[in-house]
């Protein structure tokens, strides 16, 4: 007796305690700050940080870097050719009008004279619209308006590593300049001592 009312006591318990289940929470996405964006087709001097060395030779050189680069040519053709893709997607969202025209003449002759001589002229023109009923042609548009954003973003992308080799390749190159310039000074005082010391 005395075990199965320990039995029924450990039932007891165990069935008034459930498992702990934390509330679910909404996750919300954190706004990525104005600062980190970055669109090169504005022209604000933040975008163009390459411009702020104030160095005519750097701006020269990551312009013909930009307009000379293969892989961001290749990358602006892909976004036109997105961007068209993208209005070409729409197209049905708009009516669409078809004319179209014919004319002919003909005459007939009898013992070489003219008998008849007419001149038939039709014309006809044609209205279509397709109704997007389940939202096909509006979730083409869409997907197609990513395809192009996704496009601009690779654009972006090759530019800004473009231009930040270019200014990592011209810092070097101002060190080595600098580096040259110490040293030929090293060499001018080294040459000035030792004429100071033979005479």
Not at 88 to 113: C, F, I, M, V
Not at 158 to 175: F, H, K, Y
């Amino acid at each position: 007796m005395h075990r199965f009312s320990s039995v029924v006591i450990l039932l007891v318990f165990l069935s008034s305690c459930t498992p702990f289940q934390p509330h679910p929470r909404p996750i919300q996405p954190v706004p990525l700050p104005k600062s980190y964006l970055v669109s090169l087709e504005a022209t604000t001097a933040r975008e163009r940080w390459w411009e702020a060395f104030d160095s005519p030779e750097l701006n020269r050189l990551v312009s013909e870097a930009l307009d000379d680069n293969l892989d961001i040519r290749a990358a602006r053709a892909r976004l036109r050719q997105a961007r068209a893709q993208a209005r070409k997607a729409g197209s049905p969202l708009t009516p669409g009008l078809n004319l179209n025209g014919e004319a002919s003449k003909s005459q007939s002759y009898r013992d070489h004279d003219l008998v008849n001589d007419s001149t038939e002229v039709t014309a006809g023109l044609a209205a279509s619209y397709e109704l997007d009923l389940w939202g096909r042609i509006r979730g083409g548009q869409q997907a197609a308006r990513r395809n192009a954003d996704a496009a601009l973003k690779d654009v972006q992308a090759a530019a800004v590593s473009v231009a930040g080799e270019v200014a990592s390749t011209w810092v070097d190159l101002l060190a080595a300049r600098q580096e040259i310039s110490i040293l030929e000074q090293q060499i001018e005082l080294n040459t000035t001592r030792l004429d100071l010391q033979l005479n």
